[in-house]
């Protein structure tokens, strides 16, 4: 038992070996790469679901509202996306893995300029989501962060962070972690009370038709 735990530990001890080569070959440390994510991540929740349709991932940003502005909202849009791009780069994303967000941008460009359609496709394409997405995996699997936390809430990591600075308190980990999950945690309140009032409703709809019928019967 002993030795294959052995070969495990070397084998771990090897990988996360290779994830600070990559990190220092970049020149970046995990805390550095964390805190450029986060903000790739706030730049895309600007730019693409600012606004989100509750328990999805889908939304609207400032993208869709600026392609309301006939060809300059669209150019602007692109050049604001090419921000995300070049955090991609600064955390040492190869240019080929974001080939696949630079042409939706060129196509949320080109397809943005036709009135009302444009606008709506804006809302889907969401490139800047797509370049998160991409260096999502690569930091994943070139520096083995796999924490999300940051990128999820990155604005409420943010906050948390700088709590943690000037508390003890919000260092703990289930106060921590009770701060970050507030929006879901208020999300099965809401659910609940939706549940219970769609239960009273049915009951008293359930209630009347029974009335009815048992008036007519007499």
Do not use: C
Request: cysteine-free; hydrophobic content about 50%; glycine content about 6%.
């Amino acid at each position: 038992m002993a030795k294959p735990f052995k070969t495990a530990l070397k084998t771990q001890t090897t990988v996360n070996n290779k994830f600070e080569e990559n990190l220092l070959k970049e020149g970046l440390s995990r805390q550095q790469v964390i805190k450029m994510e986060r903000s790739l991540a706030k730049f895309a929740n600007t730019m693409d679901s600012i606004v989100r349709i509750p328990f999805t991932k889908q939304g609207v940003g400032a993208d869709a509202a600026l392609s309301t502005i006939p060809v300059a909202g669209d150019v602007a849009g692109l050049l604001l996306t090419g921000y995300a791009f070049v955090l991609g780069r600064r955390l040492g994303v190869p240019l080929h893995k974001l080939t696949p967000a630079v042409k939706l941008a060129l196509i949320d460009l080109v397809v943005g300029v036709v009135p009302v359609v444009g606008t709506v496709m804006d809302i889907f394409l969401r490139p800047s989501r797509k370049t998160l997405e991409i260096v999502r995996d690569h930091l994943q699997d070139e520096y083995g962060i796999i924490e999300t936390a940051h990128i999820e809430r990155p604005f409420m990591h943010q906050a948390l962070q700088n709590k943690q600075q000037k508390s003890k308190f919000w260092r703990n980990p289930l106060v921590a972690w009770l701060y970050l999950h507030v929006p879901d945690i208020l999300g099965l309140i809401v659910l609940a009370l939706l549940a219970i009032a769609l239960w009273t409703l049915g009951s008293w709809f359930m209630d009347l038709v029974a009335n009815l019928v048992d008036s007519k019967s007499y």
